[in-house]
């Protein structure tokens, strides 16, 4: 191959340069990534072999530095997997991914590597004053992290160890690609208007694209196997055998016993994920994953959840004896099903408070929320943006934005990929291409957005309310990056605690209501006149609404979740699992989990959330007190406490204890009683 490929170039062009998308060549990647794994690890053997005695210069920060073709690839690579997964791509990540997971393995058992570490760790530079609080997290952290990781283990141990993880990195994989297969091949279609009563028009134009752009503009409509498309069809279509065919696609992905289903491969990844933990020293999986997060360990997690739990089960009861009193009043004949819940709650919100979210969506013009989520960050920030072309981009699809900070200097840039397409997997995220960070010149950030929404075919898209919601979540993570203001990478931005980093994007989401936004952005995409007051007021009274099913919905993935990696090394069928373990928790029987257990990419297509599922609910604890703090202050636009949450969470990334940052920013611990508040449970 040759080695002046793009993918193995610095990015070059302006802002630092950037990630050189239109010279992609998918034929290149394989063997770019055996010549990128191999400079990194000559990097990697350069360092552990010097003769020099360790510094944290010459060891841990040159350890940090190395490796860059590598990450370069890898982000480039990590777009194709996820947002254009089609062709070659599928194969050849089932190629890299094992190879990616051997490089890993190399450098945390390299025991020259360690020992230069160690002796960094255990130097009086740690203690008297000479590192720096950034510093010594660095030290501790990567100390810690290749413990973890298996530095300790003998050779044996260590091929095991390696073994297993090969093999987890192919199994994560081929999860990922069969949820993927089951939201392409999954289309319901529908060819008779009558089953489209209920559904607004922009949804119906919606299904309209999405079944032109699959090749058939003969009088069908088509509603995709993803969560933006499911949804509204579950709120608002009247038919219900469509409700709950559309409900049984969604929610059976990778739980079809075919050549996609996903339940042997969950039960292996399982076994292997104790045998792990048990070799690291380690009771189950959750005890290893949760070290170093916030939460320590599985009980503390559990034990917020439990707490939570019943008050939401609670109220889930109310809620279906509120929709079975509506359903038997209009002689439906029917017990609210999981199929039901959507479309009965809407009517619920109707008749308790003259809300239906349907008159909302007119006001939720994707391009005006995106105008918003700008304007708020200025107010909060002093962030600007400005939209520029001659950047290459991966998609027509995708735009870019420069931002700058409030004295003019370059913040990053921001790429926006908000539409579903075919080998895009499912869902909304925000992805770094690059991370902050300032050791000489300073390098900034590039990060992007992702979401699923279903591109209209004229005029405007418009999206729901929780997408709304959602859209706001993801930016926040993208602020959180592009706020970042540390001097090494590995502790910019996002780098932070699994069950810290929800906390800057869920505190996002709080101005998606604010008045100042709503009486901006929210323009009906026709007469352009602003969301009436009375709907704007109608949305704060129901701000509690279905909170119930919404903490269950998402309650229950965790819980099973967490169960599953406390389970040791037990024999464990999927399904039955997460059958008996909902019945033995007292699972509405009306509500589905959030995420079905062959389909809950969060824990099995990588490590990154399992046994860590939890952390939204551990996030929103946070979220939901810092929010009353700007309450408290009288508006969410408050300059003083605005510049707390920057200085104490928005831009510090890792270089503080997390709990230490929310300390500063609050004046005081936590309160978890603000989390029940926030979804009007009772406080005890």
């Known amino acids: 191959m040759d080695l002046n490929s793009p993918l193995l170039k610095p990015w070059t062009g302006p802002y630092g340069g950037v990630p050189p998308w239109t010279l992609v060549r998918t034929e290149e990647f394989s063997p770019a990534f055996e010549i990128a794994i191999k400079r990194a690890s000559d990097e990697l053997d350069e360092i552990a072999n010097s003769t020099e005695p360790p510094t944290f210069e010459n060891t841990v920060l040159s350890l940090q530095n190395s490796g ?75 100390y810690k992290t290749f413990i973890r990781k298996g530095a300790r283990l003998d050779d044996a141990q260590k091929a095991k160890l390696s073994q297993i993880n090969t093999r987890l990195a192919r199994l994560f994989t081929d999860f990922s690609q069969n949820v993927l297969e089951d939201e392409k091949g999954f289309v319901t279609w529908i060819d008779d208007e009558s089953k489209l009563a209920g ?18 503009s003969g009088g069908k409509w088509a509603v995709t196997n993803t969560r933006s498309s499911m949804d509204p069809v579950l709120t608002y279509a009247d038919d219900r055998s469509l409700r709950e065919g559309v409900w049984r696609n969604y929610y059976s992905r990778g739980d ?104 909302v969506t007119p006001y939720m013009q994707l391009d005006k929320l995106r105008e918003a989520m700008m304007w708020s960050a200025e107010q ?186 406390l389970a040791g090394d037990a024999d464990i069928d999927p399904d039955k699992f997460e ?22 990419a969060h824990i099995f297509s990588s490590d990154a959330y399992s046994a860590g599922y939890y952390s939204y609910l551990w996030s929103d604890a946070l979220t939901a007190d810092a929010a009353e703090r700007f309450k408290e202050a009288g508006s969410f636009y408050d300059k003083e406490v605005a510049k707390s949450l920057y200085e104490n969470v928005m831009s510090v990334g890792d270089t503080i204890d997390p709990a230490d940052g929310f300390r500063k920013f609050r004046g005081r611990d936590v309160d978890t009683g603000a989390l029940l508040r926030k979804r009007g449970f009772p406080v005890d």
């Open 579 to 600: 059958r008996e373990t909902l019945a033995a928790i007292g699972m509405p029987s009306e509500i589905p989990m959030r995420h079905r257990t062959p389909q809950f």
């Open 380 to 565: 909060l920030y002093g962030l600007t943006f400005k939209k520029i072309s001659g950047v290459p981009v991966f998609h027509p699809d995708v735009t870019v934005w420069e931002v700058s900070k409030a004295d003019g200097s370059f913040a990053g840039l921001w790429y926006l990929d908000p539409f579903a397409r075919e080998g895009k997997r499912s869902g909304a995220w925000m992805t770094d291409y690059r991370e902050q960070q300032h050791l000489g010149d300073e390098i900034r950030p590039i990060v992007s957005n992702n979401s699923n929404f279903v591109k209209s075919g004229d005029g405007p898209t418009l999206i729901s309310w929780d997408d709304a919601v959602t859209l706001f979540h993801e930016f926040g993570h993208a602020l959180h990056s592009l706020l970042s203001d540390v001097k090494y990478r590995s502790q910019a931005g996002t780098n932070v605690a699994r069950d810290y980093v929800e906390f800057p994007s869920q505190v996002n989401e709080h101005w998606l209501d604010t008045p100042e936004v709503l009486n901006q952005f929210a323009v009906h995409f026709e007469t352009g006149e602003a969301l009436p007051q009375v709907l704007i007021d109608k949305i704060k009274n129901a701000s509690t609404f279905n909170k119930g099913f919404d903490t269950v919905e998402y309650l229950a993935s965790a819980l099973i979740d967490m169960k599953l990696h």
């Open 256 to 359: 079809n016993g075919d050549e996609h289903d996903n339940n042997a491969i969950i039960s292996e990844i399982l076994k292997l994920r104790a045998a792990r933990a048990k070799l690291l020293g380690y009771p189950t999986h959750a005890h290893w994953r949760m070290e170093p997060t916030m939460a320590k360990d599985p009980q503390a997690a559990m034990d917020l959840m439990m707490k939570v739990w019943p008050k939401a089960v609670a109220r889930v009861k109310e809620e279906v004896v509120d929709m079975q009193a509506i359903a038997d009043s209009e002689n439906a004949n029917l017990k609210i099903e999981p199929w039901d819940y959507r479309y009965y709650a809407e009517k619920v919100r109707k008749d308790k408070y003259d809300l239906d979210l349907n008159e």
């Open 199 to 216: 559904l607004p028009d922009s949804v119906v134009d919606a299904m309209k694209s999405a079944a032109e752009e699959r090749g058939n």
């Open 68 to 142: 860059e073709d590598l990450r370069r690839l890898e982000a480039i690579f990590g777009v194709h997997s996820s947002n254009l997964n089609v062709g070659p791509i599928p194969d050849i990540e089932k190629n890299v991914m094992p190879k990616l997971s051997e490089h890993e393995d190399s450098i945390y058992q390299n025991k020259s590597l360690f020992d230069r570490i160690a002796a960094v760790y255990q130097s009086d530079a740690m203690t008297d004053g000479t590192f720096d609080l950034a510093q010594r997290r660095i030290v501790d952290d990567l």
